[in-house]
């Protein structure tokens, strides 16, 4: 795709057009627009009930599988919208990775199943190749040292803080453009969240990473980008440090300080 010549910016990855959400009748997310580049960490806050989780399902078509739910708009990825009629859902999600709060590796299946199947799935049947992709996943996870001598223990058998890189090296072994994360250090401990927060400023090498987080003190750590959600409504979309030193709108500036 020559974004060039569509008069966009090369590294812009993800553009999302008049985004609403709703779900059972009720409206979760209200005519959301922002663009996002290649390569970057972004942060989407706001007190609870604000959309945030909603709007990152939307971005990779989960939505759409909870009874009742429904959107209008666009989100284009690489200059294609992923809600076209010609988009194939498992296609996108393979494209666009999910890790969500809670660790969930795979019951019954080893660690290295556990990051294989997403390219056992895809067609991937060479044990040679299949060995070279999991061990890369896991190092990108940082748990390859912690775990190289016991691929075959059960996934379930690692620490909560384990299983949570686990499941980003299942995501990443399938090499996505995006990686949507789901406050995924909520459940973890101290420890364990610092290697995910670390993990997070590496992976930006990699993938566009999108995460939901309460924590401000998070977001301003791990992002390049702020994402500040209120009753459904994008409030602002800016550079992390210009968010908290200079906010453009006065609620980004209640919330931060906590004068909500």
């Known amino acids: 795709m020559d974004f060039k010549s569509k008069g966009m910016k090369k590294n812009l990855l993800i553009e999302v057009k008049k985004l609403s959400a709703w779900f059972k009748g009720a409206q979760a997310l209200s005519d959301i627009n922002l663009s996002i580049e290649r390569n970057k960490v972004v942060a989407v806050i706001g007190p609870s009930g604000c959309g945030k989780s909603t709007f990152i399902r939307c971005l990779n078509r989960l939505h759409e599988e909870v009874e009742g739910a429904y959107l209008t708009g666009e989100v284009i990825l690489e200059g294609k919208n992923i809600y076209s009629a010609t988009s194939d859902p498992v296609l996108i999600r393979r494209n666009i990775g ?75 072994a399938v090499k996505p453009s995006v990686m949507l994360m789901d406050e ?73 300080t906590g004068r909500f």
Not at 208 to 225: E, G, L, Y
């Open 98 to 172: 999910m890790v969500f709060q809670k660790p969930n590796p795979f019951p019954g299946m080893s660690i290295y199943d556990n990051v294989a199947i997403g390219l056992k799935l895809g067609g991937i049947r060479n044990r040679s190749l299949l060995d070279e992709r999991v061990e890369q996943s896991l190092k990108n996870a940082a748990l390859w040292k912690e775990v190289k001598d016991h691929l075959n223990r059960p996934g379930l058998s690692l620490s909560g803080g384990q299983q949570q890189r686990l499941c980003i090296a299942r995501a990443l």
């Open 184 to 256: 995924p250090t909520s459940a973890l401990d101290p420890i364990s969240t610092g290697w995910i927060e670390e993990l997070l400023q590496k992976l930006k090498n990699q993938v566009t990473v999108i995460f939901v987080t309460h924590n401000m003190q998070q977001a301003a750590r791990v992002s390049n980008r702020i994402a500040f959600f209120l009753n459904g409504e994008l409030v602002e979309f800016n550079k992390t440090s210009w968010f908290f030193t200079k906010p453009k709108h006065s609620k980004s500036e209640d919330y931060i």
